[in-house]
């Protein structure tokens, strides 16, 4: 056994495991964790965090067209730094990794600075050092996907569109899930002409078609170059500019950046995990079961590296969740992945929790929709024509909501409260009988009248 022996060691700072490392120190282990980059993970330092302080920076571009039909005289082009805005975020996030090694070191937790790799079943060796443990975490969580067309080293990723020099004037991006959507929102907002390239029909697959379409045609509106059915196939450099070519024969655009936003994949290779007995499946993610255990039963894997969820508090729950079970005796400690709502931060934002209609009609329910689409009452004076549009859909058997969608201001707030309401079983009656707050956008979800059956028509993909 090496001098450094541990009870539990967690791979991987994210969210998940730096949550995991913390608990299970507070519940009494000897706990390290190691980490290659900086702490927080992919949440704190290329995603959740300086996404929402960009798209918040975003958002003012809106802010002070809208702020005309009040009464303040906003020239017409307002300077902006991007510059200063790198700055302040890096900062912020210098900030929060600063907490983070806090909240490991207050616990008791030891941080090591380094890559570590599976040498055997209970041993790791973290840039030359040897640490043993009984039990081991990995929480390495992932990383964007990179593109494979020619000319494919010509673009970037989400994770460097966070330390760009500047702010581009045109911007190509490939994909049409949440990074594509939040980052063109992004870039939009900041000045740059933005074009998206989505291969399939109307980008944000899986999200409710109302939504998708009311989404889509808000970009419209506000100056987006859509492209559907539309991919890239190659691209090359002139004269500090590139020329992308598309599936669309005779199209070719011209533009200062190209980002690829075609999904993440889990960080598992040079893990040593060949040294190991665990199963590692062919899209890279290590194959656990219900108690996030992998083929070895003292080693765990949670996040991104196990689940396609990609999402930071289902990694959070699942490392709280493990240390309870592990070092807390809880057997019976799990995690509710019922209802679990999702934001992307577009303008306007789109929020969700539940079925879709295009689910419920894929799993023959008898729902009820109902639905909604108004100008919300800031924009009568901004002038922006900009609606929100509403859905729940309803059981008509047992009354209970199943989905509940919003696009329009402020929707990742208002959804997140209607998610608890909804994991609490919560009815149309209820809904019905809940007073409104007035005068709002989110009481329209307690004041819908009249419904239909599901629609027939045939979704788009
Ligand atoms: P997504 O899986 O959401 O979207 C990937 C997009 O790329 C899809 O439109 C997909 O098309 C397209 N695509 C995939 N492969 C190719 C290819 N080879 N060529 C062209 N297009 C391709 O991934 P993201 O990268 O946007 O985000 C990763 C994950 O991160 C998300 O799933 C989400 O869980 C998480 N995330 C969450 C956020 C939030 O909560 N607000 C924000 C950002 C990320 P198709 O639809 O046809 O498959």
């Excluded at 980052?183 to 939009?188: D, E, G, K, L, S």
């Excluded at 493990?322 to 303008?347: E, G, M, P, W």
Aim: overall charge negative; proline content about 3%; glycine content about 8%.
């Amino acid at each position: 056994m090496s001098d450094k022996h541990f009870d539990y060691f967690v791979i991987g700072a994210g969210s998940g495991g730096v949550r995991s490392a913390r608990i299970a120190a507070q519940h009494g282990a000897k706990v390290g964790i190691a980490e290659a980059s900086k702490l927080g993970g992919t949440c704190v330092n290329l995603g959740c965090v300086p996404k929402k302080l960009f798209a918040y920076g975003a958002d003012y571009g809106y802010h002070f067209e809208d702020a005309r039909g009040y009464g303040w005289d906003v020239p017409k082009s307002v300077p902006f730094s991007w510059k200063k805005l790198i700055a302040n975020k890096n900062a912020e996030i210098d900030r929060l990794n600063d907490i983070y090694k806090s909240l490991l070191e207050n616990s008791g937790v030891e941080v090591f600075n380094g890559f570590a790799k599976f040498v055997d079943n209970n041993t790791l060796d973290i840039d030359g050092e040897k640490v043993t443990a009984d039990k081991i975490l990995i929480a390495v969580g992932g990383r964007p996907r990179k593109p494979e067309f020619e000319g494919c080293e010509h673009t970037i990723v989400s994770d460097d569109a966070f330390f760009l020099d500047d702010i581009p004037e045109h911007v190509v991006i490939q994909g049409g899930g949440y990074i594509a959507v939040e980052f063109a929102h992004i870039f939009h907002g900041l000045g740059a002409h933005v074009s998206l390239l989505y291969r399939g029909s109307l980008f944000l697959r899986g999200f409710d078609e109302t939504m998708r379409l009311a989404l889509s045609e808000e970009m419209k509106k506000s100056g987006f170059d859509l492209h559907y059915n539309c991919d890239i196939t190659s691209v090359t450099e002139n004269n500090n500019k590139f020329i992308v070519s598309t599936t669309h024969d005779d199209e070719q655009i011209e533009t200062d950046l190209v980002l690829s936003a075609i999904g993440r994949e889990p960080c598992t290779d040079n893990l040593g995990l060949d040294n190991t007995d665990v199963n590692v499946l062919d899209n890279g993610q290590i194959e656990i079961n219900d108690n996030y255990e992998t083929g070895v039963k003292h080693i765990y894997a949670i996040g991104d590296v196990s689940n396609s969820n990609n999402l930071t508090p289902v990694a959070i729950r699942e490392g709280h969740a493990l240390a309870d079970r592990l070092f807390d005796n809880q057997k019976d400690r799990h995690v509710n992945y019922d209802n679990i709502a999702t934001a992307i931060f577009s303008a306007p934002p789109c929020a969700t929790v539940g079925i879709t209609e295009d689910e419920a009609v894929k799993q023959k329910l008898k729902a009820h929709i109902y639905d909604a689409t108004f100008t919300p009452l800031k924009h009568r004076l901004s002038g922006r024509d900009e609606k929100t549009v509403i859905k729940l859909i309803v059981d008509p058997d047992s009354d209970k909501v199943l989905g509940l969608h919003m696009m329009g201001l402020d929707a990742p707030e208002i959804v997140q409260g209607f998610a608890v309401a909804m994991n609490c079983g919560a009815t149309k009656a209820d809904f019905d009988r809940t007073m409104a707050v007035h005068p709002t956008a989110a009481e329209e979800f307690v004041t819908l009248r009249s419904c239909r059956e599901l629609s027939d028509i045939d979704f788009v993909d």
